[in-house]
């Protein structure tokens, strides 16, 4: 028999952000995101998709945070809408939208559980991206003045905040691919857009420290940390400038070791003024890290950058990516070590996609994302037991939601979606977690 063993003081959540699940975009004094704008784009989401009525959280976050509850979970990790907060994004405080947020909070302890607030996931205000978004520095302050209002708002009932959630797909799908919002192919734009958010973030982190507000601090990232796809010199030095353009860029100026140098030398230009890297360097409490794969690279004369992804043998998910449980294990190990093996870390993402239905029995028997998850936790046991800080872990996600370009297309939930009903139905995957958390995560 194989028993998963983490600590007492473990902490279990589950995760969402506001745009794949609120709904109600028209409701409340919200107003318009980029995403709003992006999925009226023709062509740029799976079947003209969009999130005006997601899971409808918004009307619904009573019955979600009962099934949270029932399933044992001690935090749930929800991204407040900047649209929602602001009247037209940028002017007074909407009340209404506050009102929502505090109400999700009350319900939450209610519950017994923590709220894990997330100030942005990815819906940028439409009006603050008429302006040039990411990509222009005044986005600074327009963020720390979003987030002051909502420390100063919500600042008693949030109980841990995080910053940014993966500033490389807010740069890299919306500015320099354009998959994602705001739908820009811009190589000086995104790295504009990547200094910009993580100055923002450390801005941020040093208004919050002016509050006096207790609750901890942070940041979720997703790295790519690919492994070399053989042992010759040229594929070891590719995985090396993936790491530093898809890792380091990210992660270094956050604990002040500045920008990767393979960077300049590969000709880009970020808009550092003195004194930023001392601000993107601001203490934080702990380091969320989103993980869902990891690929082997391979030299590529071809490419920009030397390095293109390699084919692959292990079973994909429905998004098409492989299972490798053990890259989460030398991504956490490599973080830990650059980061000096004190800085607290969460998974504040990992899931699996997968194509589920709701069978004659009424049930979902999800047993791969069972078995994905089952491996995962097995790492994140192993890397405990091996001395590492790892405090956390938030499932991805609570709820089948909007999967950004994907529209409704791809599954991530523990709890299948309806979306014609709303029904919500626990997966054998909620099931399952609701075991481990019990301390039964046994087979």
């Not at 995101?33 to 959280?57: H, K, L, M």
């Not at 907060?85 to 939450?108: P, Q």
């Not at 200094?195 to 801005?203: C, R």
């Not at 999967?403 to 299948?416: D, L, N, P, Q, T």
Request: charged share 25%; hydrophobic share 40%; aromatic share 14%.
């Amino acid at each position: 028999m194989h028993k998963l063993e983490f600590p007492e003081d473990f902490l279990w959540g589950t995760a969402t952000a506001s745009y794949q699940v609120e709904g109600a975009t028209h409701e409340g004094g919200r107003s318009e995101s980029i995403w709003d704008t992006f999925c009226r784009v023709p062509g740029a989401v799976y079947a003209g998709e969009n999130g005006d009525i997601a899971c409808d959280q918004y009307h619904r976050y009573k019955e979600d945070v009962a099934l949270i509850a029932k399933l044992g979970f001690q935090s749930y990790r929800f991204s407040i809408a900047w649209p929602r907060v602001l009247s037209n994004s940028t002017g007074a405080v909407n009340k209404e939208g506050i009102a929502y947020y505090r109400n999700l909070c009350a319900e939450l302890h209610a519950h017994g559980i923590q709220a894990c607030a997330t100030l942005y996931h990815w819906d940028l205000p439409q009006v603050l991206q008429d302006k040039g978004g990411w990509a222009e520095r005044f986005i600074v302050d327009a963020f720390v003045e979003y987030a002051k209002v909502c420390f100063a708002e919500l600042g008693d009932c949030v109980d841990q905040w995080i910053t940014m959630n993966e500033p490389l797909c807010v740069t890299f799908l919306g500015y320099l691919w354009g998959v994602h919002a705001p739908g820009i192919k811009d190589p000086v734009q995104t790295a504009g857009a990547v200094h910009h958010i993580l100055l923002a973030h450390g801005a941020t982190v040093r208004e919050y420290r002016r509050t006096g507000l207790k609750a901890p601090i942070g940041i979720t990232l997703n790295l790519n940390t690919p492994r070399p796809a053989s042992k010759s010199k040229a594929d070891i030095e590719a995985a090396r400038r993936a790491r530093a353009f898809e890792a380091e860029l990210f992660l270094f100026p956050l604990i002040g070791r500045g920008y990767p140098e393979i960077v300049f030398q590969a000709g880009e230009k970020l808009p550092v003024k003195p004194g930023d890297l001392d601000i993107t360097a601001e203490k934080i409490d702990f380091l969320g890290l989103n993980y869902y794969s990891e690929n082997a690279v391979a030299w590529d004369d071809a490419s920009p950058h030397k390095y293109s992804v390699a084919p692959f043998w292990q079973e994909r998910t429905d998004m098409d990516w492989p299972v490798v449980p053990s890259g989460l294990y030398r991504q956490i190990a490599w973080v830990s070590e650059v980061t000096g093996g004190n800085l607290p870390i969460y998974v504040t993402e990992n899931g699996y996609a997968n194509p589920d239905t709701v069978e004659t029995d009424g049930r979902v028997h999800d047993k791969k994302r069972i078995d994905y998850l089952k491996d995962h936790l097995s790492v994140c046991s192993t890397l405990i037991k091996e001395g590492i800080k790892l405090n956390g872990y938030f499932v991805w996600s609570f709820l089948d939601n909007f999967e950004w370009a994907w529209g409704y297309s791809k599954r991530f939930g523990i709890v299948h979606v309806d979306y014609k009903t709303q029904k919500r139905t626990l997966k054998d995957s909620a099931y399952f977690f609701r075991d481990v958390i019990a301390g039964f995560g046994e087979w």
